[in-house]
């Protein structure tokens, strides 16, 4: 197998920008949970769908202690974004519904690249503010076909 300078220099630059997102990823979550716990949510709830080639994030709900639906905060928190060209990381000030955004889009490329295509993919990420945890339920969607022929 011949692999082109081209692809190993993409192959390379991919995984520096995994290394920049991993680095970044406990700074983020820090700054993202203490906004939510500031502003007493106790759980974010993120529903995502995705089908023929297309995808987006469905809801973004915030709840309190008791369950109950409360607003996200406005405020622009401090985030690290991960530039691919470089590959290099910027300090970022975003709103904090950006932030949950950005993390839940980068936590799907991460694990089902392509949630988005063919029959697609669904499911929700919880952001739990106490344990501060984000758990990923994903569901897959695809088509199955069974083929019979008989020749007599």
Known sequence: MITSPDFVAYEQKCAAAAALRADALPLNKSALFAALAAAAIQ??????????????LENITGLDAENAEIPLPEENIEMREVQFEGPRTLVVKRPVRDVLETLAYDFLEQTHDGWENGDGGHGEFTFDVATRSITLDYNERFTDSTNYQHEF
């Open 43 to 56: 759980t974010v709830v993120i529903e995502f769908d995705g089908c023929g080639d297309s995808g987006q």
